[in-house]
């Protein structure tokens, strides 16, 4: 008898700007479950005392409830990603069976979907904003915060080192280049 499957993955947890989502699929019945991970858990104090690490542990116990998920007949496949360490220790310490995996196909499309979707309602417009993570989405995103940069912070995902020690400089930088322009453009 084989095992049904429960996949688990996530979107948005290294993007710079907004929530980040976790994505549950039972491959059988093709049941999707999502749950959401505040901008704000990434940001300051939250992100140095780990606070994602620990809320998805929540969230995956939820999601996880959601889909009546047996341990007895069904197993996971989840994500790779650092996000779940502390999900992976929690699933050893309950007997539940899982294995890493790199997840594709319905679960991946969809909850990145759900990401670009949280993405386009907090306003980024650009055509360039795809469900394909990377340093391409990331420079979308850059580029969105810094047109209004004083307005836009507020959905970085400031935890993240790099931003403090580099990236945030350069936005504000390129922020003052473009209102500079922008009154250049006017004078005309």
Same mark, same amino acid.
């Given at each position: 008898?084989t095992?049904e499957?429960?996949? #688990?993955?996530d979107a948005?947890? /290294?993007d710079l $700007?907004?929530?980040?989502? #976790?994505?549950?699929? @039972?491959?059988? !019945? *093709? +049941?999707?479950?999502? @749950? !959401?991970?505040p901008?704000?858990l990434?940001?300051? +104090?939250?992100?140095?005392?780990?606070m994602?690490f620990?809320?998805v542990?929540?969230?995956? =116990?939820?999601?996880l409830n959601?889909?009546?998920?047996n341990k007895? !007949?069904?197993?996971?496949e #989840?994500? @790779? /990603?650092?996000?779940f360490?502390q $999900?992976r220790?929690?699933f050893?310490?309950?007997?539940?069976?899982y294995?890493?995996?790199?997840?594709? *196909?319905?679960?991946?499309?969809a909850v990145?979907?759900k990401?670009v979707?949280?993405?386009r309602?907090l *306003?980024v417009?650009s055509k360039n904003?795809t469900?394909k993570?990377?340093a391409?989405r990331?420079?979308?995103?850059?580029?969105?915060v810094?047109y209004?940069?004083?307005k836009?912070?507020?959905? $970085?995902?400031?935890?993240?080192?790099?931003?403090?020690? $580099?990236? @945030?400089?350069?936005? #504000?930088?390129k922020? =003052?280049?473009?209102?500079?322009s922008k009154?250049q453009?006017? =004078?005309r």
């Open positions: 008898m095992q499957k429960i996949q #688990i993955d948005g947890t /290294g $700007v907004g929530d980040a989502f #976790i994505g549950f699929l @039972r491959k059988k !019945t *093709g +049941d999707l479950v999502f @749950r !959401t991970l901008v704000e990434f940001q300051n +104090d939250n992100w140095k005392n780990k994602p620990k809320f542990v929540t969230l995956v =116990k939820d999601g959601e889909l009546k998920f007895e !007949t069904e197993k996971i #989840i994500c @790779r /990603g650092n996000i360490d $999900v220790t929690y050893e310490e309950e007997g539940i069976y294995e890493l995996a790199i997840i594709d *196909g319905k679960l991946q499309d990145e979907g990401l979707e949280h993405l309602k *306003g417009r904003l469900t993570s990377g391409k990331y420079f979308v995103l850059f580029n969105w810094c209004d940069f004083y836009r912070e507020k959905y $970085v995902k400031n935890g993240f080192k790099k931003w403090n020690t $580099v990236w @945030r400089e350069k936005a #504000i930088k922020y =003052k280049k473009l209102k500079q009154k453009n006017y =004078k």
